[in-house]
């Protein structure tokens, strides 16, 4: 017995998917705790498939997707717990579970010591951090068309184009919910920057100029669910790695400055990107609410990259001198991470175009 996933010519195979299911279990037990204390037996069989999947995941030779989309539908399910979500408030009975607690650490500490080793970001330490920054963002601005890029822009149907959105929903009606939660503690300059560039993304608190609002309209124009991880089970695992990534680094302080670099790359990279988006929706004779946030980003995030530049990510190199060189590492990372993760979204946008039929699993939207 199978569950087909997102992931092309894969199957996630019945102990996979038990895996998940007995730990969706867990997490909806009362007193969660508590009842591992008592009953220690409860976690057994699922701690024993976490340490195999554990063990054989994060080696040098080429990773199993079936693996890592485990581990990171694992993962987001506890960080998810940080947001409230207007939800039953029983779904946060265990979010300071000791016991979440070392299963995300037992994870996240093999898989971020394995995505650190993707890249040469010890080198950065000897580079001057200002004009490195610089001349990233010149290059990211008004980067070179990339074979997928292309792909958006000028071949993608409208049943690639719902996958699209089906995939973007997860982040993009939650949009900047990582970001608020580094905004507390001392005023300065670059604190007030920072919020200014939340707000804003918040549309200065009004529900009808938040981003996530223009998000929920171009699901409402194809007639899909603007409920918040109502396709969850389509969205790869590069994807899931990427959001994760966010919530570790913007929930430890130590890693502020490489947050504050990825968010930089984030903000500057956007409007490259999205303007495929744009295109290909005027292409396939979209209306202005289907295409409308992928505009407003073009416009906003060109503007929020200046001041992540000028206002942000300069002026923390002036103050941390020493450590500076985390601001490049995060940039340089989020870069790596949010091309894979693009990838990705080109191979299912591909897939579900090459085997699309009326009554495919996969566009049941």
Excluded at 137 to 151: H, I, K, M, Q
Excluded at 196 to 218: C, D, N, P, V
Excluded at 342 to 357: L, P
Aim: with cysteine; net charge negative.
């Amino acid at each position: 017995m199978y569950l087909q996933t997102n992931i092309k010519n894969q199957t996630l195979k019945i102990d996979h998917l038990k895996t998940e299911q007995d730990f969706i279990h867990l997490l909806q037990r009362a007193d969660l705790d508590r009842q591992i204390a008592e009953e220690p037996s409860l976690i057994e069989s699922f701690d024993r498939d976490l340490e195999s999947v554990l063990s054989d995941t994060f080696k040098e030779e080429p990773q199993s997707p079936l693996s890592q989309f485990l581990l990171q539908r694992i993962l987001y399910r506890i960080n998810r717990l940080k947001l409230f979500w207007y939800d039953d408030l029983k779904n946060y009975t265990n979010e300071d579970s000791l016991f979440l607690l070392k299963v995300r650490n037992r994870i996240e500490s093999p898989w971020q010591a394995w995505e650190s080793n993707c890249g040469e970001y010890d080198s950065l330490q000897l580079v001057d951090v200002g004009e490195g920054l610089q001349n990233r963002v010149a290059r990211d601005l008004d980067p070179e068309d990339s074979t997928d890029g292309l792909f958006f822009r000028e071949e993608m149907t409208e049943t690639g184009y719902r996958r699209l959105l089906a995939i973007a929903s997860l982040d993009g009606l939650v949009e900047a919910s990582q970001l608020s939660r580094v905004l507390g503690g001392a005023a300065n300059e670059i604190q007030s920057m920072v919020t200014r560039i939340f707000l804003e993304e918040y549309g200065g608190g009004q529900l009808r100029r938040k981003h996530s609002s223009f998000f929920t309209a171009m699901l409402d124009e194809f007639g899909m669910s603007s409920e918040p991880e109502a396709y969850l089970d389509v969205v790869p695992w590069e994807v899931l790695a990427n959001i994760n990534h966010s919530f570790y680094l913007c929930d430890r302080n130590r890693h502020f400055l490489r947050y504050m670099g990825g968010l930089l790359y984030t903000e500057v990279s956007v409007p490259a990107s999205f303007m495929n988006f744009h295109r290909a929706g005027e292409r396939l004779g979209l209306s202005k609410n289907a295409i409308e946030y992928w505009d407003l980003h073009i416009k906003e995030d060109k503007k929020h990259g200046q001041w992540m530049l000028e206002d942000v990510a300069l002026p923390l190199v002036k103050r941390y001198p020493d450590n500076a060189w985390e601001i490049l590492w995060g940039y340089d990372q989020q870069r790596f991470l949010s091309g894979r993760a693009g990838r990705a979204v080109a191979d299912s946008v591909k897939n579900v175009e090459k085997d699309y039929s009326p009554d495919s699993f996969f566009n049941q939207y």
